[in-house]
C-alpha cells in the first residue's frame, strides 16, 4: 500500500499571501495524483489531477507539480475562501490512499 | 451532476445497512462510482470502487474494496435506476462515518473522485 504524507500539518497564511502544501509517497509513481479541497461541513472537491491538470472551474491561482514521490500544491495568493483542508490522494493502484491533509488558517 | 446518499442511520454492532445514492445530471451507466468514508473529526478513506458499463470485460465489472471493509461491504449499482448502493453487514464501531458517493472521470476505475454527494451519516453503536 502507498502510504501518503502531508506537510505541514496547518499552514498559517495571510491573506493575498502565497500557500506551498507538499505530498509525499512512500512509493514512487508518475503522477496519479489529485488534490481536493474540504471546507468544514462540505463535500471534498476536487481541484488537481494528474498532479498538474485543474479540474473544471478551478481558479488559475490553485497549481500543481511534481512527480515520483514528491507532490505540491500552489496556491498563488490565498482568497478568504481558500482557507480549507487539503487533501493528495494518489490513485495509481489499489488501495487508493489519501493523505492526513493540510489545514490552511489565517494567519 | 447530482448525487445524493440515503440510508444511514444509527446501526448496532453486528447489523447491516443499505446505501443508496441516487445519481442525476449525468449518463450514470457509462461512469465508475466509488464510496468513500470519512470519520468524525477525522481523514478520508477511500472504501470502494464499481466500474462503469463501458469497462466490463468479460469477467463484468470491476470492482475494489479496502481491506478494512473486505468481505463485510458490498458495492453494487443498477444502471436503470440511475443508483449506487453500498451492502454493509457486520458492521463495527469503526465504521462509524459520513459515507460520500462519489463520480470518476471515466467508466475504468480510474479513482478521480470528480464529484461528490453531501454523504449520510452512520453510526455503529450499541
Known amino acids: 500500500e502507498i502510504v501518503m504524507t502531508q506537510s505541514p500539518a496547518t499552514l498559517s497564511v495571510s491573506p493575498g499571501e502565497r500557500a506551498t502544501l507538499s505530498c509525499r509517497a512512500s512509493?514512487?509513481?508518475?503522477?496519479?495524483l489529485a488534490w481536493y479541497q474540504q471546507k468544514p461541513g462540505q463535500a471534498p472537491r476536487l481541484l488537481i489531477y494528474?498532479?498538474?491538470t485543474r479540474a473544471t472551474g478551478i481558479p488559475a491561482r490553485f497549481s500543481g507539480s511534481g512527480s515520483g514521490t514528491e507532490f505540491t500544491l500552489t496556491i498563488s495568493s490565498l482568497q478568504s475562501e481558500d482557507f480549507a483542508v487539503y487533501y493528495c490522494?494518489?490513485?495509481?493502484?489499489?488501495?487508493?490512499?489519501f493523505g492526513p491533509g493540510t489545514k490552511v488558517d489565517i494567519k | 451532476v447530482h448525487l445524493l446518499e440515503s440510508g444511514g442511520g444509527l446501526v448496532q454492532p453486528g447489523g447491516s445497512l443499505r446505501l443508496s445514492c441516487a445519481a442525476s445530471?449525468?449518463?450514470?451507466?457509462?461512469?465508475?462510482m466509488s464510496w468513500v468514508r470519512q470519520a468524525p473529526g477525522k481523514g478520508l478513506e477511500w472504501v470502494s470502487s464499481?466500474?462503469?458499463?463501458?469497462?466490463?470485460?468479460?469477467?463484468?465489472?470491476?470492482?475494489y474494496y479496502a481491506d478494512s471493509v473486505k468481505g463485510r461491504f458490498t458495492i453494487s449499482r443498477d444502471n436503470s435506476k440511475n443508483t449506487l448502493y453500498l451492502q454493509m453487514n457486520s458492521l463495527r464501531a469503526e465504521d462509524t462515518a459520513l459515507y460520500y458517493c462519489?463520480?470518476?472521470?471515466?467508466?475504468?476505475?480510474?479513482?478521480?473522485?470528480?464529484?461528490w454527494g453531501q454523504g449520510t451519516l452512520v453510526t455503529v453503536s450499541s
Open positions: 490522494q494518489h490513485y495509481n493502484n489499489w488501495p487508493f490512499t
Open positions: 494528474g498532479a498538474s
Open positions: 445530471g449525468f449518463t450514470f451507466s457509462n461512469y465508475a
Open positions: 464499481i466500474s462503469g458499463s463501458a469497462s466490463i470485460s468479460g469477467s463484468g465489472v470491476n470492482a
Open positions: 512509493q514512487s509513481f508518475n503522477t496519479n
Open positions: 462519489a463520480k470518476d472521470v471515466s467508466s475504468h476505475i480510474i479513482a478521480v473522485a470528480e464529484y
